[in-house]
């Protein structure tokens, strides 16, 4: 295949050389965005009289006919020796329309085509991602409203620390997604900026109009700075991070998933068509969905670190390192994708082992807290209460004895102040009903929580 640059050359490239500089084989994934780009450019220099109106009609024809080629399913078609996905394109349409197809490279370059075709690929994905998250935060909030009223442990250094519902830990979820929600949709008024027009560093020129090619792409604003605008990728260093951000909390709760499925916790029972089996145990059901996201996080990261350090020593303004900057994107793309959609379907089919749940709470020590708090509202201060309860606990241990076996005189015994009522106070429903300050774990609270949880997303649709 013939060179986008071969006039300066008096020997043909080295074929090792040749496939190590291609990156056909994974930039033939922003073909679709590479046609868009290049039909609005050539109309663009239509407008602007640089090339004639027959020029024009012929280029954006034949760049119509690859479109629907590619869109028909034969963009399978894409393999040979192109440099690049640009080389690929414009060979293609030479074949079409004959030289004429060499015009439509005036007043541009393959670095601000490059930086335009990310930009248009990722301004899609980061709104696909969005909406995988909506319907993460959907699953979510459906489970908790289901299982409104399930009391389960709550816990610190994994070990049991307060009984909670087990809605209000769901919705701790659903906010995390939503933190990682607004960071996408932040970061898509920096991806959404026309970099076309910037040519190889320096802008062009011809007389060309950007802001027309900005309006018939779907472009909110034009960039500044030609060097800037071919060798920035703080677009998508932005865009990994957040995705490393939410790969997290992904594989915190793909942790917590496991750790509930498990025969010890027991709390949860992930559906079979989310989970495989074993070749040799045959009673194994494993996490398997869940094991792959929190595995795949590290691969997410990797990308992040990956691109930040191609990046990092880079002088003004294009360089070739970075092509390198598109399988860690197109892979995060598509890990996210994918953990997102599976992590809803878990949660949306999981069935939630009430009793499990609930019996876990009971002689754990878990409403000590709650005996602390009593004494303090009958005056104590809270540091003499959480000694005097330690005692207590102690005690318990001592005789085999869970808080709530003990009778009032056991606990009189301990304090005068305590009284009948006390008895009441130990168990986990009385605890959970206490935590009824904003953002706490009531049933009163979670529910309020959960009705504004859902004024939000349906705000968002
Ligand atoms: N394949 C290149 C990339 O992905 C496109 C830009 C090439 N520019 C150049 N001057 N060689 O970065």
Same mark, same amino acid.
Do not use: F, Q, R, S
């Given at each position: 295949m013939e060179k986008l640059w071969g006039g300066r050359f008096k020997k043909t490239i080295n074929k090792e050389m040749e496939e190590f500089v291609s990156s056909l084989s994974f930039d033939k994934r922003l073909i679709k965005y590479d046609l868009l780009g290049s039909i609005a450019h050539a109309q663009m220099l239509g407008k602007c009289k640089i090339i004639s109106k027959e020029e024009t009609d012929k280029i954006v024809e034949g760049l119509k006919q690859i479109l629907k080629e590619v869109q028909e %399913?034969? !963009?399978?078609?894409?393999? %040979? &020796?192109? !440099?690049d996905i640009h080389s690929w394109i414009e060979n293609k349409l030479k074949g079409k329309i004959g030289t004429i197809a060499g015009k439509l490279h005036i007043a541009r370059s393959r670095n601000d085509q490059i930086a335009l075709d990310e930009r248009l690929y990722l301004k899609e994905e980061v709104l696909i991602i969005q909406d995988l998250m909506k319907n993460l935060q959907k699953s979510l909030l459906l489970s908790a409203q289901k299982n409104l009223g399930i009391i389960m442990p709550g816990y610190t250094h994994l070990q049991h620390a307060q009984p909670i519902l087990f809605s209000h830990h769901l919705m701790a979820y659903f906010y995390m997604f939503g933190r990682d929600k607004g960071r996408m949709q932040d970061l898509f008024k920096r991806i959404d900026v026309l970099p076309l027009g910037s040519a190889a560093l320096a802008g062009t020129s011809f007389p060309i109009d950007r802001e027309f090619v900005a309006s018939q792409l779907g472009f909110s604003r034009i960039s500044e700075n030609s060097l800037d605008a071919v060798s920035d990728r703080d677009f998508i260093l932005e865009f990994l991070s957040t995705s490393a951000i939410l790969m997290m909390h992904l594989s915190r709760l793909s942790e917590e998933i496991i750790l509930w499925s498990s025969k010890e916790f027991n709390f949860i029972e992930l559906d079979d068509s989310f989970c495989t089996g074993s070749s040799i145990m045959p009673q194994k059901k494993n996490p398997d969905a869940a094991e792959l996201i929190r595995g795949k996080t590290g691969r997410v990261y990797g990308n992040l670190i990956n691109l930040l350090t191609t990046m990092k020593a880079l002088p003004l303004a294009y360089n070739h390192d970075m092509q390198e900057d598109k399988e860690p994107l197109f892979d995060t793309v598509s890990t996210l994708e994918r953990s997102l959609f599976l992590m809803s379907k878990m949660i949306e089919t999981m069935q939630v082992n009430k009793e499990k749940m609930e019996t876990s709470t009971k002689g754990d020590f878990s409403t000590a807290t709650e005996l602390a708090d009593y004494l303090v509202k009958k005056g104590l201060s809270f540091r003499e209460a959480h000694k005097l309860i330690g005692k207590i606990v102690l005690y318990c241990l001592e005789n085999k004895k869970?808080? &709530?076996?003990?009778t009032l005189s056991e606990l009189k015994s301990f304090h005068k102040s305590f009284d009948k009522k006390t008895l009441e106070v130990l168990k986990p429903q009385s605890a959970v009903e206490a935590k009824d300050s904003f953002g706490g774990t009531s049933l009163n609270r979670v529910s309020e929580s959960i009705q504004k949880a859902k004024k939000i997303l349906k705000q968002e649709y």
């Open positions: %399913g034969k !963009e399978k078609i894409i393999t %040979g &020796e192109a !440099e869970y808080l &709530e076996d003990l």
